[in-house]
């Protein structure tokens, strides 16, 4: 179970203490957007832009912060390791290229970032110009992620996007031109009214382009969002799932004949080149997020940011203003940025690692899990994995138990039985 932690309790320096020397992934979350997505319900907000200079100014007190609330207490204080960090959002793209370079900067001063991290930025297709991919080279990012979403101009005419599908093409070749031998497309099938002929052929044109990377999401109608609305009034036709399993075993089938490693449920990546920031995630282990409505995990904690942009930046300068540094997570909420902190105890923790890491093709270590947490995972979770396997959604791999084909199609059947 998770707990709220109150200003009073006193295992709040935990945090820094046990993320000290271990290297973190950090994620800076952009909020800005040109348009909104129908179906987008991110944290992300259009018609804001005059709030840009005072964001970007906000981001790097907090990153600021961050970087000395991470060495505080040590007799010879050395920076906070980054491994990875991770621009979403939003549109990061959006931004003007100058202050990614700032906020990368701002990264480098606080913390000690890894000489070969991995530094990614999302990017709409509109964005990934020749003059803004040499910007964002000599910044630092090193991998690029296209939300090109689909090659069909139909279906991107029902996400809303901005891009056609030649312009897709265009920032694709964009990039190669400029030197990035790190990118990642973002597909998404299961659409209203999407064809299976429709996917293979936005699939077969993706795989000839041979991105390093590829992600595939399913749609998912989230409440309160524009497209789900028109679903519920009947504008545009209810996403089939059966098709949507039947585009999903396509994606498997042309991506592994084509070379690619299905490492996790949704991403595909030739060998070597999986999201090494995204599998932090998946491996349950530290990160730490900036910006609006970004989260973060470190030594035990979960937190979140406020999500008002307005807010945030408020937040942010008040602290700035004080001039003090905060002692404690709770310092950091009440008056601070952040609007959450749960302490996550052990069985909330190992739930969590069985959840993220049955994402993962290769599932979830046997001894991995005994030296994290004292215990073996038949010892913890015998009768869920007896049902699992007599169920065929779950097998043994040597030492790995992992998700069977029939298990990545129902993984959410799978994962609830780990929330004990």
């Not at 957007?33 to 100014?57: H, K, Q, S």
């Not at 990061?92 to 990368?104: A, D, F, G, K, T």
């Not at 491996?283 to 979960?302: C, E």
């Not at 994995?385 to 138990?401: A, F, M, V, Y």
Request: aromatic content about 10%.
């Amino acid at each position: 179970m998770c707990k709220t932690i109150h200003a009073t309790d006193t295992q709040e320096r935990s945090p820094e203490a046990k993320a000290r020397g271990t290297p973190i992934a950090l994620y800076i979350h952009i909020p800005f957007c040109e348009t909104r997505c129908p179906y987008c319900d991110f944290n992300t907000y259009e018609g804001i832009e005059p709030l840009m200079p005072a964001y970007i100014d906000a981001l790097v007190q907090e990153i600021r912060l961050w970087g000395s609330f991470l060495t505080q207490g040590q007799d010879t204080p050395l920076p906070q390791p980054i491994s990875t960090v991770f621009f979403g959002g939003g549109t990061p793209s959006y931004l003007p290229p100058e202050n990614i370079q700032r906020v990368l900067d701002a990264a480098r001063a606080a913390f000690s970032l890894a000489p070969d991290a991995e530094v990614t930025l999302e990017s709409n297709p509109g964005d990934v110009t020749t003059t803004r991919l040499e910007m964002w080279k000599a910044a630092g990012i090193n991998r690029v992620s296209i939300g090109v979403q689909s090659l069909d101009d139909g279906l991107l005419q029902l996400l809303g996007r901005r891009h056609d599908s030649q312009a897709a093409r265009q920032a694709y070749q964009n990039a190669r031109h400029a030197g990035f031998d790190n990118l990642n497309l973002d597909l998404m099938y299961g659409l209203p009214g999407q064809s299976l002929a429709q996917w293979r052929s936005t699939l077969t044109d993706t795989l000839h382009l041979a991105p390093e990377h590829i992600s595939m999401y399913c749609l998912t109608l989230e409440e309160g969002t524009p497209l789900d609305a028109w679903v519920r009034q009947g504008k545009v036709p209810e996403p089939d799932p059966d098709l949507a399993a039947d585009m999903y075993l396509l994606a498997e089938d042309l991506a592994g004949g084509a070379g690619y490693e299905h490492y996790e449920i949704s991403n595909w990546a030739m060998p070597g080149r999986a999201c090494r920031h995204n599998l932090i995630y998946w491996r349950n282990q530290p990160y730490l997020g900036v910006g609006p409505g970004a989260h973060s995990y470190m030594g035990g904690y979960r937190f979140a940011n406020l999500k008002s942009p307005r807010q945030y930046i408020q937040r942010v300068n008040q602290w700035a203003d004080k001039g003090a540094m905060p002692l404690s997570l709770a310092d950091l909420r009440d008056g601070g940025p952040l609007d959450t902190v749960d302490a996550i105890d052990a069985p909330t923790e190992m739930g969590e690692t069985m959840i993220m890491g049955l994402r993962l093709g290769q599932g979830v270590s046997e001894a991995g899990f005994q030296e994290r947490f004292g215990v073996g995972l038949r010892e913890r979770y015998g009768p869920q994995i007896d049902e699992l396997e007599q169920l065929g959604l779950l097998e043994w791999r040597q030492s790995w138990l992992r998700l069977t084909p029939r298990g990545r199609l129902l993984g959410n059947e799978v994962f609830q039985r780990f929330l004990v």
